[in-house]
């Protein structure tokens, strides 16, 4: 399965599914990263890409594209959707995991809409939470998750140290968010996601795995 994930920022696509990230690659699934901002409003870009590529080093990600939009600024026109089509055509996407529109972050909701109109012809699109999403989020698909995937996702947040100030990005939170989701699943631990599209196909659709039972 080829997947992409969009996020506006640096540690955007980490924060919203990046153990279910970690558990693509080790089912040896193709992945891309889309980030559309190199930060910059808070903390210098040349740091916050660095960041972005060590958590990907860490999830096993090494196709990170940084698409140059302006931090805050994120568009929502005809060439942000163009760029983002040509970038799923070009790597084969299978599945894109995308922002939420319900969410209160500017950048959050451009990139999200963005991402909805560019991904018209894929057949599995998921929308990730972040800390930004309003309470009408609600989840319709988890990926349930291993504890060493969750792990990874700890470990790739940990990376972007200009962003350590941030209470949600610690590991109790993460933990937290995950069992939470976990009980919603039925699991031990799982990411939640909203379906904008779930095309039912034998050859297509791939439930994720975790690597060891909890």
Known sequence: MNTVAIGAHPDDIEIGAGASLAQHQAQGDKIRFLILTRGGKLSQPSKREKEALRAGEVLGVDDIRFLGYEDTKVPYDHDIIEELESQLNDFGADRVYIHSENDTHQDHRHAALSSVAAT???????????????????????????????????????????????????????????????????????????????????????????????
Do not use: C, W
Request: hydrophobic share 30%.
């Open 120 to 214: 018209r012809n894929i057949d599995e699109v998921l929308a990730f939470e972040s800390p930004s999403t309003r309470p009408s989020f609600t989840p319709q698909y988890y990926n349930t998750l291993s504890e060493a995937s969750l792990a990874q996702k700890i470990e790739s947040i940990r990376s972007h140290k200009t962003q350590q100030e941030k209470l949600y990005l610690e590991a109790e939170a993460m933990n937290g968010l995950a069992r939470f989701r976990g009980q919603q699943a039925n699991a031990r631990y799982a990411e939640a996601f909203q379906v904008i599209r779930i095309k039912q196909s034998p050859h297509r659709t791939q439930a994720l795995t975790p690597d060891s039972p909890e």
